[in-house]
């Protein structure tokens, strides 16, 4: 699923770029079809839903994705694609479109309410391509929205209409003869350096073009044979495809034959091991990468040391696609060619292996990223989870289809606490922990690890009934079975818990308990740090702000040792909380800037809010009460999207009652409100970028006198006081690290 793009987790980023669409930029020149595109463009007007609708490889999805980009000005929050076409169960269709619309919402909503309210209040263009196989579930969905969100619009691309009521329909034909000849003509060119066409050599390009009915896959297919035939053997090849494809079914329309010859003809003009890659890559959901292929689909007849090549024979002939990101090289298949090789597969017996050994590559590549995660290649671990969450789906959904792999998936959703927690995908990753742990299985290590991570994610979501309920059962099971890494997690998410629900001696109590068990199993990781980092908190508010320092400016060395920066996050938004309370504004607003920069980088929505809480109390006790009352609205408009405001604690909630107390004694009620409401409006990327803009005598969009005491040192007048010292030692960490994955049978 494509997700907009921001920047790695850079702190010295001060204004990230705001993502209005995640349109993909097209890699070639989009030829032709200058008429249809006006006729579409001009339904777009006449209604709320246009789906374009025809056969596979006739364009649907280039077409749509050019007519969403030439429109997408009149769109002031943005065109947004949804690629729904490696999604197969219906009960993830809201998490995929919460995912490409760049969502991040922490709590236990439905994905759908959460999709209604974001588009509800919004002008936005919704793309859905590949929709076939969710076609129901989608339509109910769309039925939906387009009733709720009255400033939505949606086109869909698809074999068949959505059939939603007000639904207008724009069936995309083949393309004409002279439109195919100049798609045909650029491919070749592109293909074949020098390409021209001569006289002659015209007749027999718009010949082929008329075999291949004018469909811009099969044209495309035919210009890659160009490398190794000229153009008068790939117009006797089609012929002789032709008359052995056509004895199927009486009632197939003749362009599904069409492709189908088209496919099958390129399928047949490749060599042996090119055939057998071919098949053996659609075990793959969406993107994959070199490494990926090299240990899945090598094997009997395919030796590893020779998949690259035959992968670059494939490339050239434009079976698989090759995409560039920010992980590096990435392939995918179309989704026909896909189809089509999955049949071969089938046929070959060989379907289940190749499954299994997707599933165990992607276990490993969880097992390793989660590893990667405590360590300076954070942002890369991160980055490639999220291009690869298609398949690590499907590898959970391979391990539930039998009972004695079930374990498997437990343990795989469990390994990927630290993308469900780190980078805002909390629902989805309640989703898989609820399911996975559905069925009855023996409580080995893999269901104690996904019971204390559903334990802390129902944290997070505000659902303390859940949390009590999975990490209670994660304790004891753990107790009676011996298995001591259960036991420190599970008491390590009740002290956070103990936390947010106002116990700060309890949560104290409970997370010292936690770091001796971490301690004693030399367990050192992004959790045993956070931690820390909690236990600063809970000390914090029982006043002990030297302590708290003192314990998370460990936390931080720890994290400039290991590169570790999401964890350092929070620590850092302990120590502005501590040097808010001691009046020293101008180290804590530095501290909570980093922190915010961090969070946000990684589409974490509860670190980013936290910080922009306490970085409004900052600005109003700097003089700038107005700049301050948008920032708590700012923060109101994402705290939806997180949980319970604050948690509902009276000890987070403090900072955010003073501040609003100091900005309507400074402005009046009235203005306090339609300052408030102005933050409101900002979606996350502004108020993060304007948060970090702001500060003494630069708030945005107005002048502000400067305050004095804004050193790391002098107090500020008026900020929260300084309260005694307390107990001031360090909880000790160990420097070790490192769990393997479950064993693969």
């Known amino acids: 699923m ?3 793009q921001r920047p790695s987790p850079t702190p010295h980023d001060p204004e990230p770029v705001t993502v209005r669409g995640n349109l993909p930029a097209e890699l070639n020149d989009f030829v032709g079809r200058d008429e249809e595109l006006a006729a579409f463009r001009s339904l777009l007007g006449k209604s709320r839903l246009v789906t374009v609708a025809g056969v596979a490889g006739v364009g649907k999805t280039r077409f749509a994705t050019r007519v969403a ?23 993830l269709l809201e998490h995929a479109i919460v995912d490409a619309l760049g969502l991040t919402d922490h709590t236990g909503r439905p994905p759908r309410a959460v999709l209604v309210e974001h588009c509800a209040e919004r002008r936005l263009l919704l793309v859905i391509d590949g929709f076939e196989q969710l076609a129901d579930a989608c339509a109910g969905l769309v039925r939906e929205l387009l009733r709720r969100a009255p400033g939505l619009q949606v086109l869909a691309a698809g074999r068949r209409p959505l059939r939603v009521d007000g639904e207008l329909t724009f069936p995309l034909a083949p393309m004409t003869d002279e439109d195919a000849l100049e798609l045909f003509t650029r491919r070749a060119a592109a293909v074949q350096s020098g390409f021209r066409l001569t006289e002659a050599g015209r007749e027999t ?11 811009p896959l099969a044209l495309e297919l035919a210009a890659g044979r160009l490398r190794a035939l000229t153009m008068e053997q790939v117009l006797h090849r089609l012929d002789d495809r032709f008359r052995l494809l056509t004895g199927g079914s009486p009632s197939a329309l003749p362009r599904h034959q069409t492709l189908r010859t088209a496919i099958g003809w390129s399928h047949e003009l490749c060599a042996p091991e090119q055939r057998l890659l071919w098949a053996r890559l659609s075990v793959f959901a969406g993107e994959f990468d070199l490494e990926a292929v090299e240990y899945i689909c090598s094997g009997p007849g395919l030796p590893a040391d020779s998949v690259l090549d035959v992968l670059d024979e494939l490339l050239a002939q434009s079976v698989v696609l090759r995409e560039d990101s920010a992980v590096g090289s990435r392939y995918r298949l179309l989704d026909t060619v896909r189809e089509y090789g999955a049949e071969w597969l089938r046929a070959t017996g060989d379907a289940e292996r190749l499954r299994r050994r997707h599933r165990d590559w992607y276990l490993g590549l969880a097992t390793w990223c989660e590893l990667d995660w405590f ?24 391990s539930m289809e039998s009972p004695e792999e079930v374990h498997l998936a437990q343990y795989l959703a469990g390994t990927l606490w630290f ?8 629902s989805e990753g309640r989703h898989w922990l609820d399911h996975v742990l559905e069925e009855e299985t023996p409580y080995d290590h893999s269901r104690l690890k996904a019971l204390w991570v559903l334990g802390y994610v129902a944290v997070l979501q505000g659902d303390p009934v859940g949390a009590v309920s999975a990490l209670q059962e994660c304790r004891e099971e753990g107790e009676r079975s011996g298995d001591a890494t259960a036991v420190a997690y599970a008491v390590h998410r009740t002290g956070c818990l103990s936390i947010v629900t106002d116990d700060p001696v309890r ?27 909690e236990l600063g908190m809970a000390v914090a508010f029982r006043g002990d702000v030297d302590g708290a320092t003192s314990i998370c400016d460990e936390v931080r060395e720890i994290c400039e040792d290991h590169g570790e920066r999401w964890a350092l996050a929070y620590a850092l938004y302990v120590l502005g909380y501590a040097a808010l309370q001691t009046g020293t504004s101008g180290r804590a607003r530095r501290m909570l800037g980093e922190s915010l920069s961090i969070a946000h980088a990684f589409h974490d929505l509860l670190g980013t809010v936290l910080s922009l809480e306490l970085l409004a109390l900052i600005t109003v006790a700097e003089g700038d009460a107005a700049e301050a009352a948008a920032l708590q609205g700012a923060a109101d408009r994402i705290w939806p999207s997180v949980g319970l405001p604050l948690f509902g604690s009276a000890h987070y909630g403090r900072p955010r009652a003073e501040c609003e107390e100091r900005a309507r004694a400074e402005l009046g009620d009235a203005r306090y409100e339609a300052e408030r409401r102005s933050g409101r409006r900002m979606d996350p990327d502004a108020a993060v970028a304007r948060a970090l803009r702001a500060g ?42 490192g769990r393997g994955g479950p064993e693969l049978g």
Not at 205 to 214: F, S, V
Not at 701 to 714: F, I, L, Y
């Open 69 to 91: 980009a030439l429109m997408e000005k009149r769109y002031c929050d943005g065109v947004w694609l949804a690629e729904l076409s490696v999604v197969h169960d219906p009960e």
């Open 2 to 4: 494509r997700r907009p």
């Open 696 to 737: 003494p005598g630069r708030g945005a969009g107005r002048e502000v006198a400067p305050s004095s005491g804004t050193d790391d040192t002098a107090p500020t007048e008026g900020a929260p006081g300084g309260v005694a010292p307390g107990n001031t030692r360090r909880p000790a960490a160990s420097r070790t690290t």
């Open 507 to 533: 949560a104290e109590e409970l997370l010292r308990e936690a770091l001796a068990r971490y301690r004693e199993i030399g367990e050192l990781n992004s959790n045993v740090l956070m931690a820390q980092v």
């Open 419 to 426: 993308y469900w927690v780190g980078c805002g995908r909390l």
């Open 375 to 398: 360590s300076p290649r954070q942002a890369e671990a991160a980055a490639r989870i999220d291009g690869e969450l298609p398949n690590l789906r499907r590898a959970m959904e391979c």
């Open 205 to 215: 390009a718009r010949e082929l073009c008329r075999r291949l009915d004018g469909i």
